[in-house]
């Protein structure tokens, strides 16, 4: 038989990205509908999980060369906006189409949205268990019902607009109108990451004129972030479309536009605030410091705003305070189990003076040498750190906050952890995806490919494959 031609190789890749996250799909079906308990078979029930576990590793596998190749032929072919988007959309379609079953996330938002939208509480203070006659308590993890908001008010106010959307089908069969909030997330995340990945193009272009296909196609088709932001429906693509706004923008030296797009990352999730002297910065480097303040203060206003909707009332910051005194899973959570120290603050302020380090260097670099790459890489170092030191209440969601911005660098130490990473995180979902647990198993495996592995294995590891592939 004839070779297939060049241009007809994205497209069946992109087919074949599709393929594995409906096998991550049949996976998710069997989490919700196939228990498999049975005093007949009581073989059924290890194979079922078995094949859930292997669904992801199933995944991982044809996602991850669909996303290599893809990468290859991107930078190859150097195909038009409009045929990347076109290739793309059936993926983010087999991504909405997985049942989110590696993360309950999902539900609380909504759960959440539901306390704004439909109880007319402030979700910074009052929690969703205290409605007791909402019928969606009984969906999710029980323990965050009784938790605030961790999030901006730009997700609060989201997670309402869907919640109070949602309601309009509330005559669907039970759990219909859960259903189609999830759903809804899943469009609004798709679609994040698809603008995400337009922008990235503009980012590459400037770090290395000829990589902005292969950029699209790096974030895009990210088995990581297609598995994180679609699939499992995690609100992380919301805090990555704007910070990648912002430095697109900053890449263009138009620093007023950059730093309200980090303001808007700020609203959305807070942690991007350590990103602002490093932003600064390179403003001042580039002569618009004062565009850079004038962003800062249109920013300002959209804050008063969400600050006379949710903050004027007593404690409504105080989940500032006890998200700061978390530790999760992370280098400095292993050195707290190995040693048996029972104070997490003995790890936490050493991971601070991690990441403040961090930043410094990130800062001192940036002055010496404002150039797009030095940025990037100042980013994903220090959000790469605060996710290591676990002061994110780490899961493997978060490495959407280095991960993309790593690809972007095209070379060096934090690009190869990072395309690492986007195979191997997902991989530490196995233990719960075979025995449904979160425990120190699960917590060690997720450390051990979410972290160890790309981290150690950057250090030997190059690919054969270049930025200019």
Request: charged share 15%; net charge positive.
């Given at each position: 038989?004839?070779?297939?031609?060049?241009?007809?190789?994205?497209?069946?890749?992109?087919?074949?990205?599709?393929?594995?996250?409906?096998?991550?799909?049949?996976?998710?079906?069997?989490?919700?509908?196939?228990?498999?308990?049975?005093?007949?078979?009581?073989?059924?029930?290890?194979?079922?999980?078995?094949?859930?576990?292997?669904?992801?590793?199933?995944?991982?596998?044809?996602?991850?060369?669909?996303?290599?190749?893809?990468?290859?032929?991107?930078?190859?072919?150097?195909?038009?906006?409009?045929?990347?988007?076109?290739?793309?959309?059936?993926?983010?379609?087999?991504?909405?189409?997985?049942?989110?079953?590696?993360?309950?996330?999902?539900?609380?938002?909504?759960?959440?949205?539901?306390?704004?939208?439909?109880?007319?509480?402030?979700?910074?203070?009052?929690?969703?268990?205290?409605?007791?006659?909402?019928p969606?308590?009984?969906?999710?993890?029980?323990?965050?019902?009784?938790?605030?908001?961790?999030?901006?008010?730009?997700?609060?106010?989201?997670?309402?607009?869907?919640?109070?959307?949602?309601?309009?089908?509330?005559?669907?069969?039970?759990?219909?109108?859960l259903?189609?909030?999830?759903?809804?997330?899943?469009?609004?995340?798709?679609?994040c990451?698809?603008?995400?990945?337009?922008?990235?193009?503009?980012?590459?272009?400037?770090?290395?004129?000829?990589?902005?296909?292969?950029?699209?196609?790096?974030?895009?088709?990210?088995?990581?972030?297609?598995?994180?932001?679609?699939?499992?429906?995690?609100?992380?693509?919301?805090?990555?479309?704007?910070?990648?706004?912002?430095?697109?923008?900053?890449?263009?030296?138009?620093?007023?536009?950059?730093?309200?797009?980090?303001?808007?990352?700020?609203?959305?999730?807070?942690?991007?605030?350590?990103?602002?002297?490093?932003?600064?910065?390179?403003?001042?480097?580039?002569?618009?410091?004062?565009a850079?303040?004038?962003?800062?203060?249109?920013?300002?206003?959209?804050?008063?705003v969400?600050?006379?909707?949710?903050?004027?009332?007593?404690?409504?910051?105080?989940?500032?305070?006890?998200?700061?005194?978390?530790?999760?899973?992370?280098?400095?959570?292993?050195?707290?189990?190995?040693?048996?120290?029972?104070?997490?603050?003995?790890?936490?302020?050493?991971?601070?003076?991690?990441?403040?380090?961090?930043?410094?260097?990130?800062?001192?670099?940036a002055?010496?040498?404002?150039?797009?790459?030095?940025?990037?890489l100042?980013?994903?170092?220090?959000m790469?750190?605060?996710?290591?030191?676990?002061?994110?209440?780490?899961?493997?969601?978060?490495?959407?906050?280095?991960?993309?911005?790593?690809?972007?660098?095209?070379?060096?130490?934090?690009?190869?952890?990072?395309c690492?990473?986007?195979?191997?995180?997902?991989?530490?979902?196995?233990?719960?995806?075979?025995?449904?647990?979160?425990?120190?198993?699960?917590?060690?495996?997720?450390?051990?490919?979410?972290?160890?592995l790309?981290?150690?294995?950057?250090?030997?590891?190059?690919?054969?494959?270049?930025?200019?592939?």
């Amino acid at each position: 038989m004839p070779e297939p031609r060049a241009t007809d190789r994205l497209p069946r890749l992109a087919w074949l990205a599709a393929a594995a996250l409906l096998v991550l799909a049949a996976g998710g079906f069997r989490h919700h509908l196939v228990w498999g308990e049975s005093a007949r078979w009581p073989w059924l029930l290890p194979l079922l999980n078995a094949a859930e576990a292997g669904s992801v590793v199933g995944f991982v596998a044809l996602g991850g060369i669909a996303w290599w190749r893809g990468m290859q032929l991107a930078a190859a072919q150097q195909p038009s906006l409009r045929q990347l988007v076109r290739c793309t959309v059936p993926i983010l379609v087999a991504a909405i189409v997985v049942p989110p079953f590696l993360s309950m996330d999902p539900i609380d938002y909504v759960v959440r949205g539901r306390v704004l939208a439909l109880h007319g509480g402030n979700p910074y203070v009052q929690v969703a268990s205290q409605f007791a006659d909402d019928p969606f308590l009984a969906f999710g993890d029980a323990p965050w019902k009784d938790f605030p908001l961790p999030y901006g008010p730009i997700v609060a106010n989201l997670q309402g607009a869907v919640a109070w959307l949602a309601h309009r089908f509330e005559f669907l069969p039970r759990p219909g109108e859960l259903v189609v909030a999830i759903g809804l997330f899943k469009l609004l995340f798709a679609g994040c990451l698809l603008v995400a990945a337009v922008l990235a193009r503009d980012v590459a272009r400037h770090v290395r004129p000829g990589s902005e296909h292969r950029a699209f196609v790096a974030l895009a088709w990210n088995p990581l972030l297609l598995n994180e932001c679609v699939a499992n429906a995690h609100n992380e693509p919301l805090l990555l479309v704007a910070v990648m706004a912002a430095v697109a923008a900053l890449c263009s030296a138009r620093a007023g536009a950059a730093s309200f797009w980090l303001g808007v990352g700020v609203l959305t999730k807070f942690v991007p605030a350590l990103l602002g002297p490093l932003f600064a910065v390179v403003a001042a480097r580039q002569r618009r410091l004062g565009a850079f303040v004038l962003g800062v203060a249109a920013c300002g206003v959209l804050a008063a705003v969400f600050w006379w909707q949710f903050f004027r009332v007593d404690g409504a910051f105080d989940f500032l305070r006890r998200q700061s005194q978390q530790n999760a899973v992370s280098l400095l959570w292993s050195v707290q189990r190995v040693f048996g120290i029972d104070d997490a603050r003995h790890v936490l302020w050493p991971g601070r003076a991690a990441v403040l380090v961090v930043l410094g260097v990130a800062i001192v670099q940036a002055w010496r040498r404002p150039a797009p790459r030095v940025l990037l890489l100042g980013l994903a170092g220090v959000m790469l750190t605060l996710v290591a030191c676990g002061l994110t209440l780490h899961g493997p969601w978060y490495h959407v906050w280095w991960v993309p911005f790593a690809l972007l660098a095209g070379h060096g130490y934090l690009h190869r952890a990072a395309c690492i990473a986007s195979l191997s995180a997902p991989l530490g979902y196995l233990v719960w995806a075979f025995a449904r647990r979160h425990d120190e198993p699960s917590q060690w495996l997720t450390l051990t490919m979410g972290m160890l592995l790309p981290l150690l294995g950057a250090l030997v590891v190059r690919p054969r494959v270049s930025a200019d592939a």
